[in-house]
């Protein structure tokens, strides 16, 4: 009798899903929530969200994960804020002066921003967070301090090349004046200022270690104020009366429940419990993306955006250490069953690490230089492992084990792929789920063979895609060291040549892609979101982060 594959009995359950979903549900076309929800919430505004994990800290400079980056934006704002066209308009900064060679910027911050506690928000609160950022004594080190080495001196100072923070070019001329001074021209750098890392913090942390954990130490500078964290259950934030653009935050609330499970935040949102439902903080179940889409159509933002879904290798630890049997395991998945058959949300199969809708040289980078650094072939793959094991020395594969966060649609993923893997290559993976902090943390410490990833832009740029792969990357975590790939995205970051940036991004890919696989591509990612018909003014950006902060209830 023929194995029936994983595969085909997803699909089978996904048919069962849909049909389940639609018994006692609305008409076609008919939303959720009845009319008397939507007038008290316009009357109370106050949002309710889910987030699938629970922040791991919400100390800007600790800061790594899509979970703290929507809380702390909420908290939080920089020398610039985004727009509901991801370009940087005025936040803390009033105004700014760039020289004409790029290099110098001068903010000028509004004399009524203020801190959450009454105290002015000042120039020397931003030089005070970026050094602590740079500080290389800072425990844990800072994952994101690479963002901030187009400032003059920054890397000297985080690499411990020197020990006087006066060398690194940011300073405080007065109360309301900040002076940046970059390495080389950076056109994206202004927008970069918008990114949690450069957030200011209020000075009263370096006396409390565990500031970041207490709503009654967490003064902020941003719209919202931490008011409420019961671990596990609930976080809340709460309108700030000193927020020095209040007069047009409209929400009174924003409250987050704390579920991994997309079928209970869907069956939330049905209930009216939710008024947003769905990525990038939460997740729609995949079994119930047909039904969604006909029954909830109005409701429905489906886009694509310019981040990815990939899995990643610790090139440290075996068999993966062994780039033949990396490429093995990359070539011998099917990326279209995937996201017809389990995410079923038109995703777009991956063959390299730059999602469509990242800025290029003149068009974007994937038109510009196509992603076909691999092929998914089978037969090539089995040949890969053969030739792999073989120079390992191994008869039979080590134990292999896929982690992955706590998630359904990450569930589904691995057993689907591992599923591939036994088919295609005769090889037993084990597919285990982990609570969001440990897994970030078995990650960060090099501590799994295959773990699953995601990645979206911290500003739009390829930048952001390759130097956290760099030697020096705090967000490098697959142990992957390579040379030439540093000098490539050094180059890069030196060159004003945009046409030379785009050639040395593409030689990057070629490397971490093509010649050491050190990543598996698999899609890259389409917005899934359920908003409710009278919410207005959330804002889902190219890269599918969401600003719920001038969001309000009509």
């Known amino acids: ?82 727009d509901e066209n991801s370009k940087p308009i005025p936040g803390v900064a009033e105004k700014w002066e760039i020289s004409s060679d790029g290099l110098k910027y001068v903010f000028h911050l509004r004399k009524d921003a203020k801190w959450s506690n009454g105290d002015p928000v000042t120039a020397k609160d931003f030089v005070f967070a970026w050094q602590r ?201 099917n990326r279209q069953d995937i996201v017809d058959k389990v995410t079923q949300s038109e995703e777009k199969p991956a063959f390299g690490f730059v999602p469509p809708g990242i800025a290029g040289a003149k068009d974007e980078f994937r038109t510009e230089h196509k992603d076909d650094f691999f092929t998914e072939n089978m037969d090539e793959a089995k040949k890969m492992l053969q030739e792999g094991m073989q120079e390992e020395g191994y008869t039979t594969l080590p134990p292999v084990t896929l982690i992955y966060n706590s998630s359904d649609k990450h569930k589904k993923i691995a057993l689907a792929v591992a599923d591939m893997w036994k088919t295609n290559l005769g090889v037993d993976v084990k597919t285990e789920n982990q609570e969001w902090g440990v897994f970030l943390k078995n990650r960060r410490s090099l501590n799994y063979q295959i773990a699953r990833a995601g990645w979206s832009p911290d500003y739009n740029d390829p930048m952001t895609f390759f130097d956290l792969w760099t030697s020096k990357s705090g967000n490098n975590d697959v142990g992957f060291k390579n040379p030439d790939y540093d000098a490539l995205i050094k180059d890069a970051y030196s060159s004003a040549d945009n046409n030379k940036r785009m050639e040395d991004f593409t030689k990057a890919e070629n490397i971490l892609i093509k010649d050491q696989q050190v990543l598996m591509p698999i899609y890259y990612y389409t917005n899934v979101a359920l908003l409710k018909p009278n919410l207005k003014g959330v804002l889902i950006d190219y890269a599918g982060g969401v600003d719920f902060t001038r969001a309000y209830f009509e």
């Open 1 to 82: 009798m023929r194995r029936k594959t994983l595969l085909t009995l997803l699909t089978l359950l996904l048919v069962a899903g849909t049909v389940l979903a639609g018994c006692g549900s609305k008409k076609e076309g008919e939303g959720s929530g009845s009319s008397k929800e939507n007038t008290a919430a316009a009357k109370e505004q106050v949002l309710h969200i889910n987030l699938s994990a629970e922040p791991p800290t919400f100390d800007p400079a600790q800061a790594q994960d899509s979970q703290a980056h929507t809380v702390l934006n909420m908290m939080y704002e920089g020398l610039v804020r985004l």
């Open 133 to 333: 950022v740079l500080d290389p004594n800072t425990t844990p080190a800072p994952p994101y301090a690479y963002q901030l080495y187009y400032i003059k001196g920054a890397e000297d100072f985080n690499g411990k090349k020197t020990t006087d923070f006066s060398t690194v070019g940011v300073k405080a001329t007065d109360d309301n004046t900040l002076e940046v001074t970059l390495n080389n021209p950076t056109p994206y750098f202004l927008g970069l200022t918008s990114f949690y890392t450069f957030y200011p913090v209020h000075q009263s942390v370096k006396d409390n270690a565990k500031w970041s954990a207490d709503p009654k130490t967490m003064i902020t500078n941003g719209p919202f104020t931490l008011t409420t964290w019961t671990t596990g259950q609930k976080i809340e934030v709460s309108k700030n009366a000193n927020y020095w653009d209040n007069k047009d935050i409209k929400l009174n609330k924003i409250t987050m429940s704390l579920s991994n499970s997309g079928a209970t935040e869907l069956s939330s949102y049905r209930s009216g419990q939710l008024d947003f439902a769905g990525m990038p903080n939460g997740e729609i179940p995949t079994d119930q993306m047909p039904a969604v889409k006909k029954e909830l159509k109005d409701e429905l933002d489906l886009k694509a955006v310019g981040s990815i879904y990939y899995y990643q290798f610790n090139v440290t630890a075996k068999p993966f250490d062994n780039a033949k049997i990396r490429k093995a395991f990359t070539m011998s998945i």
